[in-house]
């Protein structure tokens, strides 16, 4: 543009040409500065309440099983870093819910069966007012990006 010379995009406001999905670097924060805590009976509150996280999974993106029981996936990792960082507890904090599909999980979500649903597919439907269930959600920054060509 033409504020080039007077202001650097810097990297954060540089061109996605194609080479990621990732629309804008999100910083990780800082470790000193406290934020504003939980939400009274967010969900947040309900995961430190029960010591747990209740995640669902569609099985369909899990890999095997292995011979320790425990599931080995991206959702299944994302769901396992969240529940850690919410009880400060690292082992058996976390409750895979194996849901059948994207509306079933999203249905379980909106009745406050799960308090996340991992590997959702983002679609501003979703974000707005889902139509099926009249809801709206809230998303975190995907942290997994894939081609749905054809798909709407």
Known sequence: GHFQATLSRGRVNELNK??????????????????????????????????ELRCGIVPKELLPESSDKALYSLDADFCSAVAASATHNARDSVRFVHVDDSFDGFERLAKGEIDVFAGARVHIDHDLLEPKLGVGFSFSQPYFYQSHEGST
Do not use: N, R
């Not at 990732?22 to 470790?31: I, N």
């Open 18 to 51: 194609g080479e990621s999905g990732l629309m804008f670097p999100h910083p990780f924060g800082s470790l000193t500065s406290k934020g504003i805590g939980a939400i009274k009976d967010g969900t947040l509150e309900l995961i430190k309440e029960h010591k």
